[in-house]
T-cell receptor, first 114, second 117 residues
Framework: ETGVTQSPTHLIKTRGQQVTLRCSSQ?????VSWYQQALGQGPQFIFQ???????GRGNFPPRFSGLQFPNYSSELNVNALELDDSALYLC?????????????FGEGSRLTVL | AQKITQTQPGMFVQEKEAVTLDCTYD???????LFWYKQPSSGEMIFLIY??????QNATEGRYSLNFQKARKSANLVISASQLGDSAMYFC??????????????FGTGTLLAVQP
């Protein structure tokens, strides 16, 4: 059983650019959620995808968008990057939306915006 | 509004001793779940233990146990027989609702645990 994998692991962008982060969910998982973790903080929920539809969103502006594909992998897109977008972006998968128990997290993509 | 508070920015513990990491929560929903995650320097969040608001007994998973005091709204993590590999950030998190539509977790700010030989 493969775990959650994210790419790229590290990247550097400049203000105003756009970035796409990718996540492959754990085998058999159909729900993917994305979190932003700023330095020294706990993760904050961005949004969740279930069966290719966004079905939950945190307090993030529309320039944060996403996709889920038929194989349940997912992308996080951030447009018009700002300095405060520098963070670790974590992807988590689970088997059923809202199921009790663990979310399986990837190791994250560390984004630096200059 | 739902909130998780972890008041210990950092903790030291001697190898083989037990340590308690504090977590208090605030929610108006009678149904909720409480989680503890470990985050080593690699960045991955590793699930440790879960407690549902209606669970009668405290959750245990190997060396991890959750001291759930509902009236005090606390959910402290107890690690017994600490090991050097336990050194990491530890996050307490909450989800409102026991099933629900989202996996939105509210995280605390974390506690950095250092296990000393």
């Amino acid at each position: 059983e493969t775990g959650v994998t994210q790419s790229p692991t590290h990247l550097i962008k400049t203000r105003g650019q756009q970035v796409t982060l990718r996540c492959s969910s754990q085998s058999g998982h159909n729900t993917v959620s994305w979190y932003q973790q700023a330095l020294g903080q706990g993760p904050q929920f961005i949004f969740q995808y279930y069966r290719e539809e966004e079905n939950g969103r945190g307090n993030f502006p529309p320039r944060f968008s996403g996709l889920q594909f038929p194989n349940y992998s997912s992308e996080l897109n951030v447009n018009a990057l700002e300095l405060d977008d520098s963070a670790l972006y974590l992807c988590a998968s689970s088997s059923v939306a809202g199921a009790i128990g663990e979310l399986f997290f990837g190791e994250g993509s560390r984004l630096t915006v200059l | 509004a739902q909130k998780i508070t972890q008041t210990q920015p950092g903790m030291f513990v001697q190898e083989k001793e037990a340590v308690t990491l504090d977590c208090t929560y605030d929610t108006s929903d009678p149904s909720y779940g409480l989680f503890w995650y470990k985050q080593p320097s690699s960045g991955e969040m590793i699930f440790l233990i879960y407690q549902g608001s209606y669970d009668q007994q405290n959750a245990t998973e190997g060396r991890y146990s959750l001291n759930f005091q509902k009236a005090r709204k606390s959910a402290n993590l107890v690690i017994s027989a600490s090991q050097l590999g336990d050194s990491a950030m530890y996050f307490c998190a909450m989800r409102e609702g026991l099933g629900g539509a989202t996996n939105k977790l509210i995280f605390g700010t974390g506690t950095l645990l250092a296990v000393q030989p």
